[in-house]
């Protein structure tokens, strides 16, 4: 009965999304502001709507009523009560839904809190994100209804999968999602002006931080996801570039080329056409990253006419390339810059240099990731690629990248003199050679990780340098260290949060150069009271216990001592949980977890009949933690650039008032 | 708007957009030649085959000893970890294309790997490795991936009704 009313509210959302466009679009052709109004009404009326539909499936699944398929599917009677809310988005069709409650909360906001400022623009951002509602109102109500029902009512459901039952897995696909979504709204806006023809940079200045927001969630749920397979995968890696976590990387890295680019249209009016291509850009990867993420089609060997949902995702996604390129190749001259890059030492050409290097990377995944799909076009066999060959064809241009991270924010706009840089960068180079003659005489041999650790740490000096240069010009002016500081991060966020995460981003470089380059592994049976080496640390089986947990669980949990040279630090217990119902097994980890490295150990198998002995897996993960404490900095950073301004809003506001006034007459 | 500070430079801005071009030209193709040495080094000789059991089969002779990915589905009762002794140990299991139709199957063996958890009847393997002459598949280290049935629901619900 309730779920009856979910069905009916996403159908009416979906009705008024189709409202919304044609009217939108009436009402502007017919200089009819009143059409326009009932349009946007129309729009922010979807996300109650969607929010009632996402309500009604959440008590389903919390009253576990499995005559609804979708419940009976992901949630089960003796799930805890969080587990079976989150369960929304443990499916396909619930997750679509999931995505069309955030959607519709993005463009509500948007169309909510700009529309006095942007009224030209706002027709046309309603047409295109109306058309994305539509799109994905559709999939919901027509082709993956999670209000399907059951014949016969099962006394039981499936249950969430245990090893989705993580926090880290509970929150990771709500930021994906969330950061998904939120770049729809740069695209409607970018749109926008490409249809009406304003293309100043109002609607850069209006998307900025939308753009940012998308990204820093976009971000969250790509470390999340990290850190969900490091500490649940139990393969010692946080990362392998399976199809689905590209999906994700994807957009992100058209993301971090427009936040880059973007920079040099506000300040030099260049790069206009270059920007609406990657805002298309970034737009279709998100279309493409959620299809991929929902049906793992890549990596599955089925085709992608065998999925469902599949022709519908190539066909919106190809009618929105085409729409875009149309509009894009209509206002060309219009997009065409008056203003040249004057010189290959400027900070322009530094973002130029920065936008190249992160489209080859995108690239580069991009064929890696659909190489099966290529391969079988062009030779007739499926080929695939796995990780080692990533990584060696990017490192080199991760290395490069972080050293553009470095040096770039020494060059000055327009043009810098090479000798102005050589200035800037001899002492950080000088103490970048020091510190790679260091880890050489600590016995570091591989090339690989010098030259890498040296590229990090001269990114680092030079950035920490950043820091320095302007706090120290503050405290000149008679301010104290901390004053001049966070006033230096307070006046200039976007440039110093950028700074930030810089350096977030470079100590996971150490990070991920450790682990790469370092980690050791070995698997072997340990009889009770047996141990084992790797590197400065002993494991001391102790022995293991079986008990019976909450619910169905069962539980081995082995006791190791860890010793580090020579001296005992502590017991861990790493753990094989057994759901008995189910049949499905969790191996969960247990490290001893320091800065330098993480002991990470898993009990892989136990025999309880031959004694008492286990198997273990151990693996030695150096600098490890850097990637967490970087991803930490990288969204402080983040967080940091977006903090809304009070100043600045009020300022754009004087300003911007006089000037819709007079467009709207 | 700025417009006057920029004819100062008028001489250097007529002339410079030419340079600049051909500049930009050649070193645009020369990073982009760098870029494409980059892709093709790293996937020569690296990549594999994709193949589903029967496509496997029925190309038998021509793929033994090459590095394959062959995808397949979990026969539950197949799954066997035998512990030899302690430095070594045996994973098999075998995997189908399709479990409601099992046609031929395929016989897995990784050797010194955990059995991972989401290894059980109906999930979804992925494995890298190389067939022998007898039709065992032998996986290489940490050559084994496996997607959950349950995530991708693959499972066949009782009777759905709209």
């Known amino acids: 009965m309730i779920a009856d009313i979910g069905y009916l509210s996403l159908l009416i959302a979906f009705g008024l999304a189709v409202y919304s466009a044609v009217s939108a679009w009436y009402g502007h052709r017919k200089n009819d502001l009143r059409w326009v109004e009932s349009a946007r009404n ?28 979708y419940v009976w599917r992901v949630s089960s009677r003796d799930m805890p009560t969080y587990l079976k809310i989150t369960a929304l988005w443990g499916g396909q069709a619930g997750s679509l839904l999931f995505w069309n409650f955030l959607l519709a909360a993005f463009t509500a906001a948007a169309m909510a809190r700009k529309w006095d400022q942007q009224r030209q623009l706002m027709p046309y951002a309603l047409v295109v994100a ?13 082709i993956e209804n999670p209000f399907i029902r059951l014949e016969s009512v099962p006394v039981n459901g499936n249950g969430l999968n245990p090893l989705l039952r993580h926090p880290g897995m509970i929150i990771h696909p709500p930021m994906l999602y969330l950061g998904f979504t939120g770049f729809t709204i740069p695209y409607a806006f970018a749109m926008a002006a490409l249809i009406s023809g304003k293309l100043d940079d109002a609607w850069i200045r209006t998307t900025r931080r939308w753009t940012l927001v ?25 990362w392998a570039w399976d199809p689905v976590e590209n999906a994700s990387l994807m957009p992100w890295l058209s993301g971090t080329a427009f936040l880059h680019s973007v920079m040099i249209q506000e300040k030099r009016n260049m790069f206009k056409m270059w920007n609406m291509f990657l805002v298309v850009l970034t737009y279709c990867l998100v279309i493409l990253g959620t299809f991929i993420v929902r049906s793992g089609v890549i990596s599955s060997v089925h085709s992608f006419a065998q999925s469902a949902i599949g022709p519908f995702f190539f066909g919106f996604i190809g009618i929105m390339l085409v729409f875009s390129t149309y509009w894009i190749i209509r206002r060309k001259d219009d997009l065409r810059s008056k203003n040249h890059l004057l010189s290959f030492l400027s900070r322009e050409a530094a973002f130029l240099y920065n936008n190249f290097l992160i489209l080859a990377i995108l690239a580069i995944v991009f064929l890696f990731t659909y190489y099966p799909i290529f391969s079988e076009l062009f030779t007739g066999e499926k080929g695939f690629v796995g990780p080692t060959v990533y990584e060696q064809a990017l490192a080199p241009l991760f290395a490069v990248l972080v050293l553009l991270m470095g ?37 570091i041999r591989s090339w690989g990780a010098l030259v890498g650790f040296g590229i990090v740490g001269f990114s680092a000096i030079l950035t920490l340098l950043e820091f320095w240069k302007g706090t120290h010009a503050r405290m000149r002016k008679g301010e104290p260290l901390w004053t001049a500081f966070s006033n230096l991060l307070a006046r200039n966020r976007r440039r110093y949060g950028g700074y930030w995460i810089h350096l977030g981003v470079i100590v996971m470089g150490f990070g991920i150069i450790g682990v790469e380059i370092f980690q050791q592994d070995t698997q072997m049976r340990l009889q009770a009271g047996a141990s084992l080496q790797m590197g400065n640390y002993e494991m001391v089986f102790q022995g293991a216990r079986r008990y019976e947990g909450p619910d169905d669980l069962l539980i081995t949990e082995a006791a190791v001592d860890v010793y580090e040279n020579g001296r005992f630090i502590k017991t861990i217990t790493p753990r094989i949980e057994f759901y008995t119902r189910t049949g499905q097994t969790m191996t969960i980890p247990k490290a001893r977890s320091t800065i330098t490295e993480d002991f990470y150990v898993l009990m892989v198998n136990w025999e309880p009949t031959s004694a008492n002995a286990a198997t273990f897996r151990v693996f030695l993960n150096p ?28 300022a754009t506001q004087i300003i911007r008032r006089p000037v819709s006034a007079h467009a709207t007459d | 708007m700025a417009g006057t500070s920029w004819t100062n430079d008028g001489e250097i801005l007529l002339e410079q957009p030419t340079t600049n071009r ?38 038998k002779d021509r793929l033994v000893g090459r590095d394959l990915r062959v995808a397949g589905w979990v026969i539950g009762d197949s799954i066997q970890y035998t512990q030899i002794d302690d430095q070594n140990s045996i994973l098999e299991f075998d995997i189908v294309d399709d479990l409601q139709n099992p046609g031929q199957r395929l016989h897995i063996v990784a050797y010194n790997e955990p059995k991972p958890d989401l290894l059980q009847h109906q999930a979804q393997a992925l494995v890298e490795g190389r067939a022998d002459e007898n039709g065992v598949f032998v996986a290489n280290e940490g050559g084994l991936m496996l997607k959950c049935p349950t995530r991708y629901e693959e499972l066949e619900a009782p009777t759905a009704s709209n």
């Open chain 1, 214 to 238: 998308a990204w820093l969630f976009l971000s969250l749920g790509l470390i999340l996801g990290g850190r969900w397979a490091y500490d649940v995968l139990g393969w010692g890696g946080y």
């Open chain 2, 22 to 59: 051909t500049k930009f030209i050649v070193g645009g193709v020369l990073l982009l030649a760098a870029i494409v040495y980059l892709v093709v080094n790293a996937m020569s000789g690296n990549t594999q085959l994709y193949k589903t059991v029967n496509e496997f089969y029925a190309e």
């Open chain 1, 407 to 443: 040096v770039a924010p020494l060059t000055m706009w327009y043009r810098t003199s090479l000798k102005r840089l050589e200035m800037g960068v001899r002492w950080p180079a000088a103490a970048t050679a020091v510190f790679v003659l260091v880890l050489f005489a600590f016995g």
């Open chain 1, 623 to 650: 600098l490890i933690n850097w990637v967490w404490a970087g991803s930490i900095i990288f969204i402080i950073g983040t967080l940091i650039a977006a903090w809304p301004n009070p100043i600045d809003e009020k």
């Open chain 1, 130 to 142: 109306s058309i994305t509602q539509i799109f994905f109102l559709g999939i919901s109500a027509f």
């Open chain 1, 42 to 69: 129309a729009t922010i009326l979807t996300f109650p709507l969607v929010i009632l539909a996402c309500g009604t499936l959440v008590i389903s699944l919390v009253r576990s009523d499995f005559s609804l398929e």
